[in-house]
């Protein structure tokens, strides 16, 4: 079997079927095991990975060896590194997902209908899931568990950065898998460098359900135009904060600095500021000095400007970019509708909020603002599985269809019809 | 503005953007328009539908006049041929849209977070649908009225061979909607006979939310490979009848023969029929005769022919073949898992049904067979969206992501959170 590194394999479509073919067999039978023996997998997962702590440091060093060679920055390094707490933090992120509510064989409905027929439908696992992400290991962990605590199986192809760690990571987990009596192929990491492998299992979708796409823009687009199967978009997140002018202006200020300072390189970030005329002279330049102390470079429109001499002009592109660091775009607008339709056009159907104490205001704009996540008085920041109750997420889903927001177990599931007959027929 | 017929279009793509774009801004208006309001449109609609009988019979007549140039079958230009009893259908089918509960802002959940947060999951329209198919004319008005009724608007492409027809029932429906005071682009016909036109719509992925194709397979795998934006597929539908060991027999009987040959040209209708070894002398040799007798063709295995001269020799080409007429493929399997494997080899994961009287039996079929409609002891007919109580349906979906089975109102929305808060920040 070819590992990390080598040169292209010969036979790779051949090889990546037989991978998409193990976890097809393998999710057929997950599906149908008990809530109870899949928490008691996951939680002896969490056990396994404490006690390979040595093992997965190990694997993890020679990760954190091979950065420089992959240009990482410091802060992307920092994030690769992997030590005791680290370990202990991944650990009790599986036992988390362990404690959440098994969504499969829930009854969604049940109708009986006039002719007899009992028509049940019933929430069932996706079958396989194809996860392509470029994060920090964690993230490897995260998605196996989510993965099997709704009965599907998962194949992951994790960034060449953190191979090794993954690689150790994966080989922990199945190692608990196969010990509780669970199909092991459940989970398996793509075990050929190739970038190629990506696209051999793109085209896989008479066995895999569904393409998961978590990284950088480029990897995303080749994903949504290699697949043949779904693909479920975890997009870019250029969120919004709207001060209405009918904000309580300390709060605006507050929100707005947490959405933007608290942790500027997340996808719940705020990326644009969109102020109302009204409360606009109000308001800006207290929180532009707030966000300039904080070191975060301010690009506005005219009117902004006149408020916040510090900001640079603002062109359209930079209000349709997630900058993902220390700046940020900020317009003012003359009305509730013209915030709406800013953020229509430039937003990115992730995260969105508005502050106003005008109740008539939020509905309007809650009803109107096509995004995953509206906030009301409250930080973008909140857009986050964990925050929103689901429990831990494979990917915040831009996409509309399927799911939305943040993506748990109960997202990982479809339904299925089940209607119960004593003999009927149509004629 | 172009007609039908007309050479390819100069400005195509930036004629169908416009289009998309007038179709945008209806679904922003009509997302937030009351249910009631909407089911007055569907019940004007329905009564224009009526008072335009005249127009429409005049449009078809011209349809009907080119059906020996489009190469159009006499079964085929039966479909197409409308009179006052079909018109009177058409018009009673949009009614009963308005007559269905209204989907938009139903309240999912809701949880109150420790910090004070208030998560709603609230359901919203998915804003504009493009509907490419080749089917009746009532599929139009049926189309455009579950369109109506889930809030979205639609753009819709239909069959050239009913573009007369199609094109008066819209006119006919835009003028009660235009007169109800709601946005006329709800509904719009594409204009443009030209090809390419399909084309360009399936590139606005910006202003289109989701494509519907219906029809043959030809149309579905084009819309899947140029659609850029999500697909939801009514592919077909090779349904299996399996007739257990456990079965009562006479029940097999009647299922199978109804599954078969109650109509045959349609999605449900059964086009693969396995028996249990055990059961297999005692009940094939009458099913046999029954199927012959309605002029069904019969293909089988080794074990099949044995029992039914009859048949013909079946490869595996037959059993993953969708039929849509007097055909049918049989295999004797030797158990229940036999039966499941066969079904998610050749299956094309629409409507499968099992006879049987064991419990057992029916839970793992239903488990284990991945098909969005299982029928335990009831006829692979009944998967349809009245039948199984959804009202009408744009469609049957064979995908898995988002929705399965019949696609009426609900199955055309999404959901967004909406987060109140009272200023909370992460930090």
Excluded: W
């Amino acid at each position: 079997m070819a590992t990390i590194n080598e040169p292209p394999t010969p036979g790779l479509l051949d090889h990546c079927r037989a991978m998409a073919q193990r976890s097809r067999q393998a999710a057929l039978e997950l599906a149908t095991v008990p809530a109870a023996r899949k928490a008691a997998c996951l939680r002896a997962a969490a056990d396994r990975i404490r006690a390979d702590a040595e093992a997965i440091l190990a694997a993890n060093a020679r990760d954190l060896e091979a950065a420089p060679s992959f240009g990482l920055t410091e802060a992307a390094t920092d994030r690769l590194k992997l030590d005791g707490d680290r370990i202990e933090g991944i650990a009790a992120g599986v036992e988390a997902v362990a404690g959440l509510p098994d969504p499969v064989g829930e009854v969604i409905e049940t109708v009986t209908r006039p002719n007899g027929l009992e028509v049940r439908k019933v929430r069932v696992p996706l079958g396989v899931i194809f996860f392509i992400y470029e994060s920090r290991p964690n993230v490897t962990a995260d998605a196996a568990a989510v993965a099997i605590a709704s009965g599907n199986a998962i194949i992951l192809r994790g960034g060449k950065e953190a191979a090794h760690s993954s690689r150790q990571l994966v080989a922990s987990m199945r190692e608990a898998i196969a010990a509780e009596g669970l199909p092991v192929d459940s989970v398996q990491l793509v075990d050929v460098a190739d970038r190629e492998a990506v696209g051999a299992f793109l085209q896989c979708d008479d066995l895999i359900d569904l393409a998961i796409p978590r990284g950088g823009e480029a990897l995303i687009r080749r994903v949504c135009s290699d697949a043949q199967m779904p693909v479920l978009k975890h997009f870019s997140g250029n969120c919004h904060v709207y001060v209405d002018k009918a904000a309580d202006l300390a709060m605006a200020e507050r929100v707005v600095v947490d959405a933007k300072c608290q942790r500027m390189g997340v996808c719940n970030a705020a990326e644009s500021l969109l102020v109302h005329a009204d409360v606009a002279a109000a308001v800006l330049p207290s929180i532009a000095k707030r966000l300039e102390a904080a070191g975060v470079e301010m690009v506005g429109d005219a009117a902004t400007r006149e408020l916040v001499p510090a900001a640079g002009m603002a062109n359209d592109t930079d209000f349709a970019t997630e900058f993902l660091g220390p700046k940020i775009s900020i317009a003012v607008v003359g009305a509730l509708d013209e915030a709406i339709d800013h953020i229509n056009r430039f937003g990115s159907r992730h995260t969105d909020a508005i502050v106003t104490a005008d109740q008539a205001a939020s509905d309007r704009f809650a009803a109107r603002v096509d995004t995953a996540v509206v906030l009301v008085n409250a930080s973008t920041r909140f857009n986050d599985g964990g925050e929103l109750g689901l429990g831990a997420e494979i990917g915040i889903s831009t996409d509309k269809l399927h799911a939305r927001g943040p993506c748990g177990p109960r997202e990982l599931t479809t339904y299925k019809y089940v209607v119960i007959g004593s003999g009927q027929t149509k004629s």
